[in-house]
T-cell receptor, first 110, second 113 residues
Framework: GENVEQHPSTLSVQEGDSAVIKCTYSDSASNYFPWYKQELGKGSQLIIDIRSNVGEKKDQRIAVTLNKTAKHFSLHITETQPEDSAVYFCAAHFRRALTFGSGTRLQVQP | EAQVTQNPRYLITVTGKKLTVTCSQNMNHEYMSWYRQDPGLGLRQIYYSMNVEVTDKGDVPEGYKVSRKEKRNFPLILESPSPNQTSLYFC????????????FGPGTRLTVL
């Protein structure tokens, strides 16, 4: 099956700085890579996703890049704000299911 | 309001006492799934369902059962809970399959003593 590794497990940045979270996946057949944000006490919400025929996607302060050859994808958050503080999960789609990474706790210091 | 609801939100029980966690969505979604979240392990899929009466195992199905008799409901059943099933559980649904946006419920924190 698919295996997804996510780094770092915790990340602390100053407000206004950029944050980068990286994930690697094992199965080259994976074709869809979403990122979810989980705020304290809530379920996760999709923030951005990318499909395997695209190398980069951007939505305002959030961007995702995909390197299919190296089998890794990354989340980039620019101009971080305190409300960006949350746990972020990457995932890779293989066959009928998503496999999630272990999560990154992002803390944005005001 | 489009949402996924789970009940109960918190549950403390004892080993061996059967329990059911309910999940319901009001978006007419075909795909539903259950995940457990444990520190350092992220979200791991327990079971998923592609539609009514169609269910399949995820990565960690041992000790769990599910059913999908109606499109909106996807209960998770622990017939004989054990302490290693203490976890945070999330139900999710999406329009058609796992490549569509997953809408997560608020979570159920289960403690098995």
């Amino acid at each position: 099956g698919e295996n997804v590794e996510q780094h770092p497990s915790t990340l602390s940045v100053q407000e206004g700085d950029s944050a980068v979270i990286k994930c690697t996946y094992s199965d080259s057949a994976s074709n869809y890579f979403p990122w979810y944000k989980q705020e304290l006490g809530k379920g996760s919400q999709l923030i951005i996703d990318i499909r395997s025929n695209v190398g980069e996607k951007k939505d305002q302060r959030i961007a995702v890049t995909l390197n299919k050859t190296a089998k890794h994808f990354s989340l980039h958050i620019t101009e971080t704000q305190p409300e960006d503080s949350a746990v972020y999960f990457c995932a890779a789609h293989f066959r009928r299911a998503l496999t999630f990474g272990s999560g990154t706790r992002l803390q944005v210091q005001p | 309001e489009a949402q996924v609801t789970q009940n109960p939100r918190y549950l403390i029980t004892v080993t061996g006492k059967k329990l059911t966690v309910t999940c319901s969505q009001n978006m007419n979604h075909e795909y539903m799934s259950w995940y457990r979240q444990d520190p350092g392990l992220g979200l791991r899929q327990i079971y998923y369902s592609m539609n009514v009466e169609v269910t399949d195992k995820g990565d960690v199905p041992e000790g769990y059962k599910v059913s999908r008799k109606e499109k909106r409901n996807f209960p998770l059943i622990l017939e004989s809970p054990s302490p290693n099933q203490t976890s945070l559980y999330f139900c999710a649904s999406s329009y058609r399959d796992s490549t569509d946006t997953q809408y997560f419920g608020p979570g159920t924190r289960l403690t098995v003593l």
